[in-house]
């Protein structure tokens, strides 16, 4: 091999030595810095970037105790490992886990100097009384501003065993007066404790998410001075009673019991998702809620729950009783890939006029009864298949290719004159966002639906069509 001629090669180490020289002025620029303006420097990273800065000099070594950011104690891939064994993440058992665990968050909020923290973040399945009240401690002193403890059990029929109890001692939260989102699950908490949070502690709390609380069984959301913008309420098996009166509410989440409470307290809600059996029993009656229906901009709604064999729903009563909502740009179903289950999205479709975007979340798709002995969607005589005339983009998760995926997505092409986009993701559901996704998309079952989406694309070439 010939060598580069000697003017080539000096070019070549010039420029080499002329970048350290000026990567070094950067360096010796920033070390000129006084020590606050580092630190501020250093709580706008994450909290594992900013502890890496300790080998820089001996100047940074201490410099990260400083760190007021966001404090992310989380280990999904060891969770994840413990829920599915097969994905081998080399991770140890749960016991030793968690021993680790508890081990590391506190070293780490045992050596931070500050005097304020932006977030703190905990998410394991740790049911060590004293450490968590530690923590919640220490989230106090600092003057959180976010807060979220993340509890959730390895196994999850055993979510409500060994519950930590988020403490009573009322007295101790005034200073929560800071804290603007606060998310709390697999914690044990009463209605009198959150409703004391809300009205008395916490002036300015925007975001409250629980979720899988034992001890929750009635809750009322009220206050004049309420600055509650986004309320979660999920997984709340024992929930007897809620009431709802928070003017500045924007988005509202929930699933659980079937509880008759109202919604002409919440004047300004525009984001509603319906989970579980409650969502059915939205989606049964929707013309009931019409007036707060109306308003909305977002509708999530899980139809899973929802009966098909029933009989008033398979004569169409559903479909005409549905009103119309007019302000609604984003709907999203998640359902099962069946034909009733898909007529139900398209009489939602024609109800929204202004309608942008449409989800469709389909689980159990390998699971379902066969198409033969059921009508197809062009078959429905409960449909007047109208044009929807402002849908731009359709999303459609879990997309097996069979017959009724086919015939709803060239309804939507030949319905919406103005369709953009759409994007066919054919990864299960439930497994997009978890460690395990990435496994799915490597079985034969995804790649042969993948196949059959692009088969569909193809078929439209007018049409932008994203698969992954």
Request: hydrophobic share 40%.
């Amino acid at each position: 091999m010939e060598s580069l001629p000697q003017s080539i090669g000096s070019t070549c180490i010039y420029k080499k030595s002329e970048r350290k020289r000026k990567m070094r002025s950067v360096v010796d620029h920033i070390n000129e810095l006084p020590d606050d303006i580092l630190v501020n420097i250093l709580s706008r990273l994450t909290m594992k970037e900013a502890v890496r800065t300790s080998i820089i000099s001996s100047r940074w070594r201490y410099l990260w105790r400083g760190f007021s950011g966001c404090l992310n104690f989380d280990d999904p891939f060891t969770m994840a490992n413990s829920k599915w064994p097969h994905l081998n993440l080399k991770s140890g058992p749960i016991n030793v886990e968690r021993h680790k665990f508890v081990n590391w968050v506190n070293q780490v909020l045992s050596s931070l100097e500050g005097h304020c923290t932006e977030e703190l973040r905990i998410c394991f399945d740790v049911f060590s009384n004293h450490d968590i009240d530690n923590w919640i401690k220490f989230a106090l002193e600092r003057r959180v501003r976010r807060l979220e403890l993340d509890f959730s059990r390895v196994v999850y029929n055993f979510r409500f065993v060994g519950q930590y109890t988020f403490p009573s001692h009322l007295e101790f939260y005034s200073s929560f007066r800071h804290l603007t989102d606060l998310s709390l699950t697999t914690v044990g908490i009463t209605g009198e404790v959150l409703e004391h949070l809300l009205c008395y502690c916490c002036p300015v709390l925007e975001v409250l998410n629980v979720a899988e609380s034992s001890s929750l069984t009635s809750l009322k959301v009220s206050g004049p001075s309420l600055k509650l913008k986004h309320l979660k309420l999920n997984n709340l098996d024992n929930l007897k009673d809620l009431q709802l009166h928070a003017p500045n509410l924007l988005s509202f989440e929930y699933s659980g019991p079937i509880l008759p409470f109202s919604f002409r307290n919440v004047p300004n809600l525009v984001d509603a998702s319906f989970w579980g059996c409650f969502s059915a029993y939205i989606a049964r009656n929707l013309c009931q809620h019409s007036i707060f229906l109306v308003q909305l901009h977002t509708l999530k709604l899980d139809t899973c729950h929802l009966l098909i064999g029933d009989s008033e729903y398979r004569a169409g009563r559903y479909l005409h009783d549905i009103p119309e909502m007019c302000h609604l740009k984003h709907l999203e179903i998640i359902g099962k890939p069946k034909v009733n289950d898909l007529i139900f999205c398209i009489a939602l479709l024609e109800a929204a006029p202004s309608l942008y975007k449409f989800s469709l979340k389909l689980v159990s798709q390998y699971d379902y009864e066969s198409y033969e002995s059921v009508k197809t969607i062009k078959d429905q005589p409960y449909l007047s298949f109208t044009e929807l005339r402002s849908i731009r983009v359709v999303e459609l998760l879990g997309f097996v290719g069979h017959t009724a995926d086919f015939e709803l997505v060239m309804y939507l092409i030949f319905s919406a004159k103005l369709l953009e986009k759409i994007i066919i993701d054919p990864c299960s559901t439930w497994r997009v966002g978890t460690p395990a996704e990435l496994i799915w998309r490597e079985t034969a079952e995804y790649q042969s639906a993948r196949r059959r989406a692009f088969e569909l694309a193809a078929k439209f070439p007018l049409w932008e069509f994203v698969i992954p």
